[in-house]
């Protein structure tokens, strides 16, 4: 075997941990006066997000003014916070999640939104100007002592200090309004508890007007959704048409269990695509957008299949998408610009950036850092297609370790590291990611998992952990693995599991319900007592463990071997644990609290399983400021190290 420096696991890689910062997605890109603007995330400066825009010769100006961070909390999730209003843009500020106003050009930005009651709080999201002029419509959540949020759609005056006037309310959530040219018709999506919204929700549309100065919605009533059903980003047309996404578990036809475009006019939904490529994605964050009208005839939409994305023409007379005109692995966040659309994206060898579609010119990436690493140095990820213990198909991406110095010697295998993805209904996309090459450049492999319940795949492979979180995503990752090290393609002996919120749970489940594969872990944000998350997370995922699991949640019922809030819990079985662990939290996490990992860490400690934790003040659900990014990066990779020269994993100091 080849010294330490030259031992796979060890190489000597151009990927630093303050490299990755780098990696930051560039989002919500949009058209402003002839100049493209997005938000972008900035590490060094506390992880506060900015509204920039390019300016015409390619400088880029910072808008958002210092000491500002356009972020909100509406979910704990967040998503798009801003809205263009003639020549100033509306914004979410993330300290008081109050909205304010501030010129394009520069200068200081005002507050627009009241402050709530004493002990109150308002966060808004889904700021969507109304074409008239006449102010805002947004959702606001509510927060109250002694209730749980309420989640409304209000109307915002350009006033000083204006308080919102809810225009519809009723049901537990609320997202993702639309306004029609004219200001007249507004449409939204909404769903209740127990149901996420790919669950089950529902497309409804209103009339708004004024009465006695005040905004009002009349004649309110469901478009489209209910049992089986879910929709997605509803969207007018200019001739008054209602587009919208929507799957459909009831109908018979194959491709109503992926989620399709319809168009509704004259009272009647008209499905206008076929086949297997989904065109929405799972409601985490605000703001997304997939679809936007190209002319009077037809739509441009980011469909997904098992490959990535792509940028497709949808005719709106039925008939089908077109052929791609254009593929990335990552594409998102579509508005339109005069002669085409923008979005966001990654292609396979280069970082997150913006680009520009159109149909003379095509697909050209306009803004975005510059790839790190020369062509030969980055590792390529490989569709794995691998079969279940079931006989089902599970997908996932495979890197092997890459170097221009370094190369395995003669029969060695790398050290594998599995990447769980989080949601758990989000999905592993293939592309250029310095997360990825951090480790592939330092001779391990990587693995990243797409196991049942992930998206992109259909309704059926979606919905498959309801009542089974715990169980078959964990068989997946098993499986996934075996085929991984039966086909040559990873040591056997040198096997890691990473993971963050749903995926830090697979870390630790897979870590307890089949401890003999693991040689160590590392834990970011993940639930370690399912009994403990569900009595202290949020409104928006409170009843999403009645689904997974398969029952509601009773104070007490962790406590209850046989019951799916006990069994599928890794602190109850931390007994059967074999390798170490290191667990990262953020100390102001609300959608997985602290003391779910602190009471895991405790735990595990005095099982005497080699553990480390560190939690990082300020940080919340996902680390956003650079030093403890990079610090979480270089500790995880050294305590993988220490695992792989260590005789023995419980000699690793804890």
């Not at 049901?171 to 127990?194: G, T």
């Not at 023409?313 to 508005?335: F, I, K, N, Y």
């Not at 959608?591 to 940080?619: D, F, N, R, W």
């Amino acid at each position: 075997m080849a010294d330490q420096q030259q031992r796979s696991g060890f190489w000597s890689s151009p990927v630093s941990a303050e490299s990755t910062l780098s990696n930051n997605q560039m989002q919500y890109a949009e058209w402003f006066e002839d100049k493209v603007t997005w938000v972008e995330a900035r590490p060094k400066e506390q992880g506060r997000r900015v509204l920039v825009i390019q300016e015409e010769d390619g400088a880029i100006r910072t808008i958002t003014p210092d000491g500002f961070n356009l972020r909100t909390r509406v979910h704990e999730y967040g998503g798009r916070a801003h809205a263009f209003l003639g020549d100033q843009v509306a914004f979410v500020n993330f300290p008081d999640q109050a909205i304010y106003l501030q010129p394009m050009s520069g200068g200081p930005a005002e507050r627009l939104t009241a402050p709530a009651p004493p002990g109150e709080e308002w966060r808004f999201a889904d700021l969507i100007s109304l074409p008239n002029g006449d102010g805002l419509l947004a959702v606001c959540e509510h927060h109250a002592p002694g209730r749980e949020a309420r989640n409304t759609l209000v109307h915002l005056a350009i006033t000083p200090l204006a308080k919102p006037t809810i225009i519809h309310e009723g049901s537990d959530f609320i997202a993702m309004p639309s306004i029609s040219s004219d200001s007249q018709q507004v449409a939204w999506i909404q769903w209740d508890h127990p149901f996420m919204q790919w669950d089950c929700s529902v497309l409804w549309q209103g009339t708004l007007h004024t009465q006695s100065g005040t905004p009002r919605l009349s004649d309110s009533h469901q478009v489209a959704g209910g049992p089986g059903k879910s929709v997605w980003q509803p969207m007018f047309l200019g001739d008054g048409g209602l587009t919208f996404v929507m799957d459909d578990e009831n109908d018979a036809a194959p491709e109503s269990g992926t989620w399709q475009l319809y168009l509704r006019r004259n009272g009647a939904n008209k499905r206008l695509t076929h086949g297997h490529a989904e065109f929405a994605e799972p409601f985490w964050v605000t703001g997304s957008c997939r679809v936007v009208e190209l002319n009077a005839d037809a739509l441009l939409a980011i469909g997904t299949d098992e490959l990535g994305e792509t940028l497709v023409e949808v005719p709106l007379d039925g008939s089908g998408a077109s052929s791609p005109l254009a593929r990335l692995p990552v594409m998102q966040q579509l508005t339109r610009t005069p002669d085409g659309v923008l979005l966001s994206g990654r292609s396979h060898t280069e970082p997150f950036g913006v680009y520009r579609w159109n149909q003379g010119v095509g697909l050209q990436r306009i803004a975005g850092p510059s790839c790190p690493l020369a062509p030969e140095q980055i590792s390529h990820g490989t569709l794995l297609q691998c079969t279940a213990r079931d006989g089902d198909t599970i997908f996932a991406w495979y890197y092997p370790p890459l170097h221009r110095h370094h190369q395995l010697v003669e029969g060695e295998r790398p050290p594998l590291i599995v990447k769980a993805h989080g949601g758990p209904t989000l999905w592993a996309k293939a592309g250029f990611d310095l997360s990825v090459q951090y480790w592939t450049s330092r001779g391990f492999a990587v693995v990243d998992v797409n196991y049942r319940g992930s998206s992109g795949f259909g309704r059926v492979y979606r919905q498959a952990l309801v009542d089974r979180w715990g169980e078959l995503d964990i068989d997946d990752v098993v499986d996934v693995v075996d085929h991984v090290v039966e086909s040559g393609h990873a040591a056997q002996n040198g096997i890691f599991i990473r993971g963050g919120s749903a995926g830090g749970y697979v870390v630790l489940r897979v870590l307890t319900r089949n401890p003999e594969i693991w040689a160590g872990g590392a834990c970011h944000y993940g639930i370690g007592n399912l009994g403990t998350l569900a009595a202290t997370t949020h409104k928006f995922e409170s009843h999403y463990l009645c689904r997974l699991l398969g029952e509601t949640w009773e104070t007490g019922k962790d406590a209850r071997p046989g019951n799916p809030y006990h069994d599928r819990s890794p602190i109850f079985f931390i007994d059967k644990m074999q390798a170490p662990v290191i667990l990262f939290q953020g100390s102001d996490d609300r959608v997985v609290p602290p003391e779910v990992s602190q009471e895991m860490e405790a735990q595990l400690k005095a099982a005497g399983i080699p553990a480390e934790y560190h939690e990082y003040p300020g940080e919340g659900h996902g680390f956003r400021m650079a030093k403890n990014r990079v610090h979480a990066l270089e500790n995880e990779l050294r305590f993988f190290q220490d695992i792989l020269t260590s005789p023995s994993p419980r000699s690793i100091p804890g």
